[in-house]
């Protein structure tokens, strides 16, 4: 790495207040930044949450205002303060500019970067079609602050109200979106995705975007005694609590498990009393009924004990692009569930995981068939030395060593390699008009979309 120092600026929509994953990614990027003797300067919305490096000399924050969004324990700057604060960052910009997903936040991101020319990194954090899908109501919301954001940088600010909602017509908002989408990942510098997963995603909607592969480093949580369980055996779930993670099919298919397995447990450890209404409630009926334990939300320090004191992590999600509690659970060496079968890197089938289809009987047969094979010693130690073994290769060091590497060459005007083999049948198609629409800045593309 070069002797320069450099001042890298984060953008991310997602800093809390709840906890996430992208939340734990990025402040562990950070603190590996500042350790290499860079310096941080961190954007996002204001709210309260965990802030590991206030107060470090070589960070600061800008702050803008917020608003929480319904539905979801995170908070949308609706763009007030975005001229003042864009003029002070285009006055003093930084070395290279990383934005963190789909946001407004993350979109200020964009503009500097075109108003200074500095590089710009886009990290793919979040299956966008598959979160508007279920948050598709929120999609015109989005799609309001756009526009107001866009007339505020071609005519000067003007203060913005909270837009009123009306019935969405579901499939435009999110067309529309995603042609955002496509013009901001074109526009990047580099797209670095944390899985081949989400860099194949990356390149159905933009087919233009340069991506390189870089996923999410996780290191072992503090080793701690289980928490007691019964006589049977425990599933563990640790994740946020939401409908696109799976959790209705989740409980669905424990309803067979408990038919099929005497004092079986389903533990779900997240934040589930903030979760939509229709899941809180189900959620708490499966509890007063038996077999499953809602533990809240637990710090991230004390999880340990958790994983510790199961004998399997079951993980209906087909929404995630990596999925850092599988690391966690992995690095515990526990075996897994899964119904995602794309997300490989701390899971190998038939090894230390069952692979299920998306279907309560399937997801059922595969926790029954696991569970009933963990009861072999043998089988039981390889998986859960496969887990450690697959999780130690993922590591926050590496992770930090390869955006180091990125921001270093960025900033010198190096190439930095691209991950091949994303969409090995396709290539990267070009489309009718895309030859057009590729040269169209962010800004452009959503004028023209009518964003």
């Known amino acids: 790495m070069g002797d320069e120092r450099l001042t890298v600026a984060e953008f991310t929509d997602n800093y809390g207040p709840g906890a996430s994953g992208l939340l734990y990614a990025v402040q562990f990027l950070e603190g590996r930044v500042l350790e290499a003797g860079h310096k ?41 303060d975005f001229d003042y604060r864009l003029a002070q960052m285009v006055a003093n910009p930084p070395d290279v500019i990383h934005v963190h997903g789909l946001g407004t936040i993350g979109l200020l991101g964009v503009w500097l970067a075109q108003r200074t020319g500095k590089p710009l990194v886009t990290t793919w954090h979040t299956d966008f079609e598959a979160y508007a899908e279920h948050y598709w109501s929120l999609a015109p919301l989005l799609n309001v602050v756009y526009k107001a954001l866009r007339l505020h940088m071609e005519r000067g600010w003007r203060q913005l109200r909270a837009p009123r909602f009306h019935r969405p017509r579901r499939g435009k908002a999110q067309v529309e979106l995603l042609g955002l989408a496509a013009s901001m990942l074109s526009d990047s510098d580099l797209v670095t995705a944390p899985s081949a997963k ?33 006589r049977g055996p425990r599933l563990l779930y640790v994740g946020r609590i939401a409908a696109e993670k799976g959790i209705d099919l989740m409980l669905d298919a424990f309803e067979l498990v408990r038919d099929q397995v005497p004092g079986v447990e389903l533990m779900i450890v997240g934040d589930w009393r903030n979760t939509q209404p229709t899941l809180r409630r189900r959620l708490q009926r499966a509890a007063h009924f038996g077999g499953v334990k809602l533990t809240g939300q637990i710090p991230r320090d004390d999880l340990g004990a958790y994983y510790a004191s199961a004998d399997a992590f079951l993980f209906t999600s087909l929404t995630d692009t990596q999925a850092l509690v599988l690391h966690e659970a992995a690095h515990a060496g526990l075996p ?16 230390n995981a069952v692979l299920a289809r998306p279907n ?47 921001y270093e060459s960025l900033a010198a005007g190096r190439p930095v390699p691209l991950t091949d083999g994303l969409v090995p049948d396709l290539g990267r198609p070009v489309f009718p008009g895309r030859k057009v629409s590729a040269q169209l800045s962010t800004a452009e593309a959503m004028a023209s979309s009518g964003i």
Not at 55 to 67: K, Q
Not at 213 to 227: C, F, H, I, K, R
């Open 40 to 80: 941080v300067l961190l954007v996002a919305p204001s709210c309260e949450g965990a802030n590991p490096y206030a107060g470090h000399p070589n960070r600061r924050e800008i702050r803008l205002p917020s608003v929480p969004v319904p539905g979801l324990n995170v908070r949308l700057s609706l763009g007030k």
């Open 198 to 230: 989400t860099g194949k995603r990356v390149l159905e909607i933009a087919p233009q975007a340069k991506v390189r592969v870089v996923p999410n480093g996780a290191d072992a949580l503090p080793v701690l005694p289980p928490v007691p369980k019964g």
């Open 336 to 351: 897994f569930v899964m119904v995602d079968h794309e997300l490989r890197l701390v899971v190998d089938p038939a090894v």
């Open 360 to 406: 309560a009987v399937s997801v059922a047969g595969a926790c029954v068939r696991l569970l009933e094979a963990l009861k072999d010693n043998d089988f039981a130690a390889a998986a859960r030395a496969r887990s450690i073994e697959l999780a130690n290769q993922w590591t926050i060091a590496k992770q930090a060593t390869e955006f180091l590497n990125i």
